[in-house]
């Protein structure tokens, strides 16, 4: 509950520039009102971001029988931003400017069994290169690199604390990633770099509390509560991959039995197909990616075992989100990641009605439920803005000391 | 995320009130400390709470060096607050002062079957009548009536909206309560009365994100995070009682199979018990106050069901709470409510067991589970800071706009 000024400030400073990427050109009335800080409040901080080169001034727009407003917009080049989305089955790296528009992409699967941490940073590294490289960018104008890791991770100290699916337990990743990449480093997981990345430019854009579902190899749910991220006591909240749907059922990796993800995460997909039919062409032992594109083409096609498979899983995913309705009541529910980006509307409807069964009316009523409408990889873009905030973070406390640089905290 | 700034006034009044009865005396300085309004901001609050009588000056405390500073407390006698429990099974009504001490309690079985809303009306009426009388209050001094009742609330209509236990749907029990009290009343569920009593005066004082997990007839949990409650968009948020723990599980009134209500709740241990032993003496049919007495005795005496069925249904709470611990990753669980009361140490130390054996260890070891430490019924002191609540919003209300009594919203 208690934050200290500087705590203040940094949140201050964040989020009136999160509304100015948002919407530029945008006017400092125009800020105050969105973001409920005094005009004064806000001219300060937009002072320190034009001084800082964030933003430019872009001329004025006439107010209504008042003075011409001046317009700031977000100097998209003004420094560079990049995202890495270390996931199961692959290694996404993207680099933007400041606007977050995308200026390089580089992708790497990983082939199973090569998920060593060193095997992972050296992939994660040399991406980096290829998209700094790729766009041709001074190093010295990129500001920082969020990294996202499934699993718990503490973002203080960098370490990636526990990724089921492969078994890590307390790797100190950014300190590996450090050995190879100057820039700052940021790490985090995909749920939340999910949720955030909703939050700025997707579906949950000026909503109220929304789940951002993610479906892949692990599943798990970003709460953006309150107008911003839950993150709980030590920032593992979400885990709704490892929620208990079918006690004694499936095992799970994790220990527990019956979990969310063993049936609705892509192995366990892979499971639901198998159990209907172990001879399906559908089903590409060993290689997820496969298996789900061949059921989203099968759905296309009308084939009745895809469209069996898809209906069981949908159940289970159904079954899943409404706990979260039950126990959240959110505006919103999004389906993000990229079984859901495969399975697309087809899955979207049959969840709908499987949530529709189990959740009780009113909260049910009261929550949208939606596929991501987010075109690129959101766990890169989530990724970068936690970049962004460091950045951002970090100007606070290079100026934090000097006289005249103060920011009001009070709104 | 936008507040008006009589929300803001009114938040932050009952914030310094709280603040005040739970620790008092105190000094505006600590109030600021605690708050972390600014002191002239507190010191406005403090003079409006001093004009409503709601607190008195009591002196002054030495300041290290600087000026003594002058002393606060709440005015236990500057009015009275009522409380209203409707559970499933009885009515309990507490009337509290100013500092929420009990002055009297009105207690009411519910019969089976009368559970009609003009029944649980005359009921109610009945027994506010009769705390008033017990405690000799004027009834002017009466500043409201919090009512709490089970299942989905609409407080801003007074309406509620669905009461699965009883089938209740759209009730406008507010509107019949004030043919017969002529208090203001104000309309909330026992989650939210359970939770708000817990950060006031028990487990979750100064504490962060809580989960407080009540076990009744029905069960739920309210959501105390980000240092306020968790209501969700319409005000249904916590129906932890209604989430999927055994897919196509027992038959629930709520239409789906396999909530946790139906293992956990009180007719859900009748079940657990006639299951292991149909003939159990320690089941009284049709009387679960009776069955879960007679099993809390049995846990004394070491009777072998009465300890199978405890542990089976700690089975069934510590998965729905490892679900709760995953999701949320909490600093706090408390477990609240009768039957939780009833059960005590045995039942925790059952259920703390089996959160272990479901939960992912990480949130599990950021997470204490403890008992609510409340001696008395924590629904009736929460729905009376409901009522206390509402008192202040009215307040706010009638002198919203009298020049001079506008209160700075800044903090």
Same mark, same amino acid.
């Given at each position: 509950?208690?934050?200290?000024?500087?705590?203040?400030?940094?949140?201050?400073?964040?989020?009136?520039?999160?509304?100015?990427?948002?919407?530029?050109?945008?006017?400092?009335?125009?800020?105050?009102?969105?973001?409920?800080?005094?005009?004064?409040?806000?001219?300060?901080?937009?002072?320190?971001?034009?001084?800082?080169?964030?933003?430019?001034?872009?001329?004025?727009?006439?107010?209504?029988?008042?003075?011409?407003?001046?317009?700031?917009?977000?100097?998209?080049?003004?420094?560079?931003?990049?995202?890495?989305?270390?996931?199961?089955?692959?290694?996404?790296?993207?680099?933007?400017?400041?606007?977050?528009?995308?200026?390089?992409?580089?992708?790497?699967?990983?082939?199973?069994?090569?998920? $060593?941490?060193?095997? *992972? !940073?050296?992939?994660?590294?040399?991406? =980096? #290169? +290829?998209?700094? %490289?790729?766009? @041709?960018?001074?190093?010295?104008?990129?500001?920082?690199?969020?990294?996202?890791?499934?699993?718990?991770?503490?973002?203080?100290?960098?370490?990636?604390?526990?990724?089921?699916?492969?078994?890590?337990?307390?790797?100190?990743?950014?300190?590996?990633?450090?050995?190879?990449?100057?820039?700052?480093?940021?790490?985090?997981?995909?749920?939340?770099?999910?949720?955030?990345?909703?939050?700025?430019?997707?579906?949950?854009?000026? $909503?109220?509390?929304? *789940? !951002?579902?993610?479906?892949?190899?692990? =599943? #798990? +749910?970003?709460? %953006?509560?309150? @107008?911003?991220?839950?993150?709980?006591?030590?920032?593992?909240?979400?885990?709704?991959?490892?929620?208990?749907?079918?006690?004694?059922?499936?095992?799970?990796?994790?220990?527990?039995?019956?979990?969310?993800?063993?049936?609705?995460?892509?192995?366990?997909?892979?499971?639901?197909?198998?159990?209907?039919?172990?001879?399906?062409?559908?089903?590409?032992?060993?290689?997820?990616?496969?298996?789900?594109?061949?059921?989203?083409?099968?759905?296309?096609?009308?084939?009745?075992?895809?469209?069996?498979? =898809?209906?069981?899983?949908?159940?289970?995913? @159904?079954?899943?989100?409404?706990?979260?309705?039950?126990?959240?009541?959110?505006?919103?529910?999004?389906?993000?990641?990229?079984?859901?980006?495969?399975?697309?509307?087809?899955?979207?409807?049959?969840?709908?009605?499987?949530?529709?069964?189990?959740?009780?009316?009113?909260?049910?009523?009261?929550?949208?439920?939606?596929?991501?409408?987010?075109?690129?990889?959101?766990?890169?873009?989530?990724?970068?803005?936690?970049?962004?905030?460091?950045?951002?973070?970090?100007?606070?406390?290079?100026?934090?000391?000097?006289?005249?640089?103060?920011?009001?905290?009070?709104?």
């Amino acid at each position: 509950m208690k934050h200290t000024s500087r705590d203040i400030r940094t949140a201050n400073r964040y989020e009136v520039l999160r509304h100015i990427i948002a919407e530029s050109p945008t006017s400092r009335q125009e800020l105050a009102a969105v973001t409920g800080l005094s005009l004064a409040t806000v001219a300060t901080l937009v002072g320190e971001l034009l001084e800082l080169r964030m933003i430019t001034e872009v001329g004025f727009e006439d107010s209504a029988g008042g003075r011409p407003r001046g317009l700031v917009a977000v100097n998209a080049s003004g420094g560079a931003l990049i995202g890495v989305d270390i996931a199961e089955t692959y290694v996404h790296v993207e680099l933007f400017d400041l606007a977050l528009n995308v200026l390089a992409r580089a992708e790497e699967d990983m082939r199973p069994g090569e998920n $060593r941490p060193e095997q *992972v !940073v050296g992939q994660v590294a040399a991406a =980096v #290169g +290829a998209v700094v %490289a790729q766009a @041709g960018i001074e190093g010295a104008r990129v500001l920082g690199v969020g990294v996202s890791v499934p699993g718990q991770v503490d973002r203080a100290t960098g370490i990636a604390e526990y990724a089921p699916n492969w078994d890590w337990h307390d790797v100190p990743l950014l300190g590996l990633l450090a050995e190879h990449i100057a820039y700052p480093l940021h790490l985090d997981n995909p749920l939340r770099a999910c949720a955030v990345a909703e939050q700025w430019f997707g579906a949950a854009r000026g $909503r109220g509390d929304t *789940v !951002v579902v993610n479906l892949g190899t692990g =599943v #798990g +749910a970003g709460l %953006a509560l309150g @107008g911003g991220l839950h993150r709980g006591v030590s920032n593992s909240a979400g885990e709704w991959g490892h929620t208990t749907l079918v006690l004694d059922g499936r095992p799970c990796h994790c220990g527990n039995r019956g979990c969310v993800e063993t049936y609705v995460g892509a192995p366990g997909i892979m499971l639901n197909l198998r159990e209907l039919n172990p001879q399906s062409p559908l089903l590409h032992p060993e290689d997820q990616t496969a298996t789900v594109g061949a059921l989203a083409r099968g759905l296309a096609d009308g084939d009745p075992v895809a469209v069996a498979v =898809v209906r069981d899983t949908a159940r289970y995913i @159904g079954a899943g989100i409404a706990n979260l309705v039950n126990l959240l009541n959110p505006e919103l529910v999004v389906l993000s990641s990229w079984v859901a980006r495969k399975l697309g509307e087809p899955l979207l409807a049959e969840v709908r009605e499987a949530v529709r069964r189990h959740a009780l009316g009113r909260p049910f009523a009261a929550t949208e439920i939606v596929l991501s409408p987010i075109p690129t990889d959101p766990v890169c873009l989530g990724a970068a803005t936690f970049a962004l905030e460091g950045a951002l973070r970090s100007v606070g406390l290079r100026n934090g000391g000097r006289p005249g640089r103060t920011v009001p905290a009070s709104r």
